[in-house]
């Protein structure tokens, strides 16, 4: 199935008042006499700026192409993110790109807290590590209080080597959003907020403040753009969006189709809905643009060919 775009050319009231609202937008008199917003295929769309939920495309690309992808590296190592974001401009029918804004978060949060200050009290320590249930059930059966105590130091230790492995892969994808930056054209990393990692189960938790900045920023920044177009299936993004369409631009959102054509789970209906139009990316679009390596059987019969 190929990529589409999904346009919605609604009409949306403004004023009952003169030709032009207080934001600036040209309206036009109705049959009952309301003035309504010019239909969007009428306003202009030169330009466009790209707002991408970084942790929401990471879960769509390890969606989409695992095991293909491998969620660890971060990103697909190959991607050609400058040609990807700017297919997205030309099918929304904006001349040019502006700036790609990619969202991420800035520190990492460990949990359990603390864990170095809390191997001094063998006390709270073992409290502490009782809540992860596997930890718990072992505990429980250490009956003598010394062989627990030394356990319980060796799971500290354990997770301890966990936290300081997880700060060194944190830092690498600083490094890799920072190489895409130098690579590619008009592509900025925003850093804020944090995300928990939970140390107990190895698996990261919602990010924080980064869908706030996105936001802040599609409203700050609406008066640099005709169209705004968000990567992302967060449906916190609504009031945003609305505020944004109202200042008379053309906000499109972007979903990702499987490899059957179905859309993928996770994408905020919602969100949909409130933009003016949606971009459905194709499953072998998206996959060209990853460029990932081609497996090792592929690729030696590539050579072996005459």
Not at 3 to 12: E, Q
Not at 137 to 156: P, S, V, W
Request: hydrophobic share 40%.
């Amino acid at each position: 199935m190929s990529s589409r775009v999904l346009d919605k050319p609604s009409l949306r009231v403004l004023s009952s008042d003169g030709y032009q609202s207080a934001s600036g937008l040209r309206v036009w008199r109705k049959g009952n006499g309301e003035a309504a917003c010019l239909p969007f295929y009428f306003m202009p769309k030169e330009t466009a700026c790209v707002f991408i939920d970084g942790e929401n495309l990471r879960h769509s690309l390890t969606d989409l192409f695992r095991p293909e992808f491998d969620p660890t590296d971060y990103l697909p190592r190959n991607g050609d993110w400058e040609g990807f974001f700017d297919d997205l401009v030309t099918r929304t029918g904006a001349q040019r790109r502006l700036r790609a804004y990619w969202y991420v978060v800035d520190e990492i949060e460990f949990w359990p807290y603390g864990l170095n200050r809390l191997s001094r009290d063998l006390t709270k320590l073992e409290a502490v590590l009782r809540k992860h249930p596997p930890y718990n059930q072992e505990l429980q059966r250490i009956t003598d209080n010394g062989q627990r105590g030394i356990r319980a130091r060796q799971l500290t230790q354990a997770l301890l080597t966990r936290e300081r492995q997880m700060k060194t892969r944190f830092e690498g994808w600083k490094v890799f959003q920072d190489g895409i930056c130098r690579r590619f054209d008009a592509i900025e990393f925003r850093r804020a907020g944090s995300i928990r990692y939970d140390l107990f189960r190895q698996t990261l938790g919602q990010e924080k403040s980064v869908d706030v900045n996105l936001a802040t920023d599609l409203l700050e920044l609406r008066n640099i753009y005709d169209v705004g177009i968000i990567v992302s299936g967060d449906q916190d993004y609504v009031p945003a969006v609305q505020a944004v369409k109202d200042s008379g631009k053309h906000i499109v959102n972007v979903s990702f189709l499987k490899r059957d054509g179905r859309i993928l789970p996770g994408g905020a209906r919602r969100l949909n809905q409130a933009t003016d139009s949606v971009i459905e990316m194709a499953y072998a679009d998206v996959h060209a643009f990853m460029r990932f390596p081609a497996p090792p059987a592929v690729a030696a019969s590539a050579v072996a060919a005459p």
